[in-house]
Every structure is written in C-alpha cells, then in structure tokens.
C-alpha cells in the first residue's frame, strides 16, 4: 500500500479508513474528528461502525464530536471506557437554529479500553501568574474508597493542571481547507496528553491535517487517512508550510 505522502514524521494515506485500517499496525493514540452528519455537505455523513475498526490499533482515542452525535451513536463506542470529556470553546456559533441557544462549543471526549494504569496519559499543566509557592506539599490520606481516584501526594511548583474548558478561536480567515477545521493548539494539548515524546498517533479523518501539524509541532509522528484527495493535496501543501505554527490554527 502506498502512501499519498510520507516523510520522517506524517504518512498519509488516500483512501477509506474502513479499507486502510486492516493493514495498519499498532499506535499510542486515535485522536479524530470523524464527520457528525450534521450538515448538508455531501461528506458530511456519520461513518456508523468506526470505532470498532480502530479497536485493534490503539487502546487510547480522543474523539470531537457534539453531543447529538455521541447520544445517536452511543453504541458505536460500545467496547469503550470514557475517562474525561473536554470542551472546545471556539468563540463562534455554527447552527443555524434561531430557537435554542447558540452553540460555540465542540465535545472532545476521550476513550480507552483495558487498565487505566496501562494507558499513557500526561496531562498538561500551566504556569500560575505571580510567585509560586514552590515546595509545598499536600496529601489526601485515608482508603481510595473515599474517593473514585483515591489518595494522592502532590508537591505545589506553581504549575496547574490544564483546565478542561479550552478557549480557541474558529478560523474566521476563510483559509482553512476545511471547513470543520480543529485548531492545532487543542490537537497539540490532546497528543501530549495522550502520546509520549517520539510515539505515533493515527488519524483516521484527516480533514485538514491539523493531527499531523499539532503532532509534529509536539515531537510526535502520525498516519493519516483521509478519502477525499483534494484534502489530501491540501493537507500535503500545508505540512509543506514548515513546523512552527503560531496562530493556533494552521
């Protein structure tokens, strides 16, 4: 099978992930953003069953996704633990509706299968604004019965985890290739959450590639699969754009 484009860290394959996937190995995470089948564009159509082709290459997968389309597709996750969700505040509303109140915001929820302590996971933590107050150290004794993730140690460096409500602006520019777009910001948070330094991450619904930007921005490598070649050929001129992206959206 031949790749559409290849280099030292993206691969990216033209063609359904359904056909791919079987001849693909192993990966430290999915992180995807699978069509909702909430639009009128003509690829815009849920493809049923996905999650269940992605079962024998990874353990761990962040998945984008509004709240209509995992409650209409609740089964498709079935195999799946959840662990956390993550809201994507994107500043901009997207539906048409005049009735209800307007949505700028996108789920982005991660899922796993086996043992917790087997699935990698770093998360990312912010410096705090003024003087930390290093050194100190805090506990919370007693049975893990008294609390679903039991007792911890933690010494305060003035670093806190990252908050899971992620401001990032939509791409108001009309540049983007596509026009669901993710922004390589949240992508690059996800991927160190859920990749070590120099691991492989798979993105079945390549869209834009904005996987493969926030991957190789964070040190990591990722395959790519995406059926629709003029996506393809734009995914291939942006990486050819270089590594630092500073907007938060290329």
């Known amino acids: ?129 003024g003087r930390a107050r290093g050194g100190r150290t805090s506990s919370r004794p007693g049975p893990s019965t008294h609390s679903v993730y039991g007792p911890s140690t933690w010494q305060d460096t003035g670093r806190r985890l990252v908050e899971s409500v992620l401001y990032a602006p939509k791409d108001r520019t009309g540049t983007s290739s596509n026009p669901t777009q993710k922004p390589v910001g949240v992508l690059e948070l996800l991927i160190a959450y859920s990749v070590p330094p120099g691991g492989i991450v798979l993105d079945p619904f390549a869209g834009s590639g904005s996987t493969a930007v926030a991957a190789r921005n964070s040190g990591r490598r990722a395959v790519l699969i995406e059926k629709r070649e003029q996506q393809c050929d734009a995914i291939v001129q942006r990486l050819a754009q270089g590594i630092l992206h500073l907007d938060g959206q290329r």
């Open 1 to 129: 099978m031949k790749p559409y484009f290849s280099d030292q860290d993206v691969t990216l394959y033209l063609g359904d992930a359904a056909e791919i996937l079987p001849m693909l190995g192993t990966f430290d995470a999915v992180v995807t953003d699978p069509p909702y089948g909430e639009t009128a564009l003509n690829w815009d159509v849920y493809p049923i069953g996905w999650p269940e082709l992605v079962t024998g290459h990874t353990s761990s997968m962040w998945c984008f996704g509004s709240m209509r389309m995992f409650l209409d597709h609740f089964d498709d996750f079935a195999g799946w633990r959840m662990s956390q969700d993550v809201v994507w505040n994107k500043g901009l509303g997207t539906s048409p509706a005049t009735d209800r109140f307007r949505r700028v915001h996108e789920h982005v929820l991660h899922f796993y299968r086996g043992h917790w302590r087997d699935i990698h996971h770093d998360t990312p933590r912010i410096q705090l604004m």
